[in-house]
């Protein structure tokens, strides 16, 4: 079989073999036109596959590799890269514990033994990749230093921080998440002031800027 | 009431309610500096005044920012702007407070820059885990669009800017420069072999330009106030203020922005409280994880580039982990090294095996499976990593690992000692083992 015209390299689903739901080829597309080069939305677009399916199914990165006329396993071996992307379904909810160094001196460890326990995840596995409740709704991970070492022990719980936490806060949590109610309104990290409070009276030197 | 340890430039006004909105940002004088360069200077000038104010990327290397940007070539190629938002170093948080609460503090910084260097297209390469911020950073830039900051013919001045926030996707290693390159353009986030530089050959090819974010956020400040004005902080090879991230073992933990050069006593104790009640410090990273470890002694050492390199550590991204006398120094160089392990890309030997084998040969020291020669191995695998790869992620887990060896190295022994009366274990056991088990 030749290569047809506008076919990208070999592997590439051409446009035709591939049902691509509308809204997703939209957002695709919408992504290329953001970049000079189209590869640039291999994240994004990978991303998109994500929020649609819950993870980053072969389906779903075929349908992404056609619009985008990249080969699906070169998608795939973007997506394989990179921590936040699940190649294997999980679940409705994200739960990522920190255990860098700073939290762990502060408890990320035992933080992740309570979230484990909460949802009866895997606590090995959870230690190594991450690992589902067994109802298969949660996902829960020990992950490397969130860049929020100032609320540790930390988690990201659906893309959002709260910290400090005590493990108490675990089941907590899970429980909020499995009704839906909000959570832990006074542990995000959003909202949280400077450390070193309020402005003082500035100094001379920065008074009289512009 | 006692004169503040902190001197904040950055910070001030950032906790004021709303001011990642324009209308606030713009209330504080914010975009004034952007209007400034774009309708009366030219970006020849900007980078001299850059060069000028001594502006040292704020990062991790410390290089002259205005230096960095007048290495991009003259003439009408493609150019680009890429700002490191990756913050990733284990301890480092200070972008992530700077974008969260003045998104426009950023976009201006990268305005300014963008045009300083010629680049009409500049990317925010956010990591992944800060969805929140990188949702404030999209809110941001289409405020900027809507009044005219960002676009084609900028404020009337015939300058093209714009910017793309771009979220990454959990990789530590893209927080180095050309790894950031290649995941923006779309692959796995392996580095690239230097030179080229990115300033002559970097995003699609093209003259690029990466800032971190607070360097960034420092640009309109200059713009507004002169270099001279910078200059007047800080040390005479450190100019300005700092952001400095404090974690661990410290009663308040948190972001403080300080002048470069005062004693970092007055950060850990002053600012941070310094460790609990009834505990003493043992040790402290001075610049992100990846900082040799320095100790008690060290304390009274200026908080500047200089200082901190003269000592043989870093200022690094300029974030500070404290470890009190509960804290075990092998179990911390463990927790380090397997980060280290965890995220090398694997492109290069030593750093993938190093990383690795570093990994497995601490976990025996903390077992109390190892010999005390095990730590002359460790060392001898920290220097062998050093300086053998395309990138420094290998030399990031070498230089606090070696560090901690050599300064604690009888707390490393005293480790295996105890380890071994507690629970003399075999050493692992070899294939002869292996085989009569299977049989029996």
Known sequence: MSEGAGRGPVGTPADHEVEVPAELRAEIEEIISRYPQKRSAS?????????????????????????????????????????LFHLEPAGRHRILVCTNISCWMRGGDQLLDAFCEATGADREAAGHGGALSADGEIHVSGFECLGACDLAPMASIDERYYGPLEDADAAAVVDALRSGAEVLPDREMAKRPLAGGPDGDPDPRVAGSG | MPESLETRVLFRHIDEPGLCRLETYERYGGYTALKRAFRDC??????????????????????????????????????????????????????????????????????????????????????????????????????????????????????????????????????EETALLDSLEGKRGNPRLKPPFPAIQGLYDGPTLINNVETLMNLPNVVNNGPDW?????????????????????????????????????????????????????????????????????????????????????????????????????????????????????????????????????????????TPMDLDIIASVQENIIGHCLCVLGDAMAMPVSSMVRRWRHEFEETIARAREVAPAPLEPGPAAVVSGAGA
């Not at chain 2, 680009?80 to 990756?86: K, Q, S, T, V």
């Not at chain 2, 994880?289 to 002694?297: T, W």
């Open chain 1, 43 to 83: 994240i994004p677009a990978l991303f998109a596959v994500q929020r649609r399916y819950g993870w980053c199914t072969p389906e779903g990165i075929r349908q992404a590799a056609a619009v985008m006329g990249v080969s699906a396993p070169y998608l795939e071996s973007v997506a394989s890269f990179y921590d």
């Open chain 2, 230 to 370: 910078f200059k007047g902080f800080g040390t005479e090879q450190s100019t300005g203020t700092k952001v400095v991230s404090v974690s661990g073992c410290v009663r308040r933990p948190g972001n403080y922005e300080i002048e470069l050069g005062i004693p970092s006593r007055d950060i850990i104790y002053g600012l941070a409280g310094g460790p609990p009640e009834g505990r003493e410090l043992k040790a402290w990273y001075p610049g992100g994880s990846s900082s040799p470890v320095l100790g008690p002694e060290e304390l009274d050492l200026p908080y500047s580039f200089e200082a901190l390199a003269e000592a043989g550590s870093m200022l690094g991204s300029g974030a500070i982990i404290v470890a009190d006398d509960t804290v075990s120094i092998p179990e911390m160089a463990l927790r380090t090294a397997r980060f280290y392990r965890h995220e090398s890309c694997g492109k290069c030997t030593p750093c993938r095996e190093g990383t690795n084998w570093t990994v497995k040969m601490l976990e025996r020291v903390v077992r109390g499976e190892a």
């Open chain 2, 42 to 175: 030219e970006p020849g000038e900007l980078v001299s005044e850059f060069e000028a104010s001594g502006l040292r990327g704020r990062g991790g290397a410390g290089f002259s920012m205005g230096k960095k940007a007048s290495f991009l070539p003259h003439g009408d190629m493609a150019k680009y702007l890429c700002c490191n938002a990756d913050e990733s170093e284990p301890g480092t948080f200070k972008d992530r407070e700077l974008m969260l609460k003045n998104p426009h503090g950023l976009v201006e910084g990268v305005a300014i820059g963008a045009m300083a260097a010629g680049a009409t297209r500049a990317f925010i390469y956010i990591r992944g885990e800060y969805a929140e911020i990188a949702d404030r950073l999209d809110a941001a830039v289409a405020e900027a669009y809507d009044a005219g900051y960002l676009g084609e013919d900028v404020l009337g001045t015939k300058v093209d800017v714009d910017i793309v926030v771009h979220r990454g996707a959990g990789a530590y290693i893209c927080g």
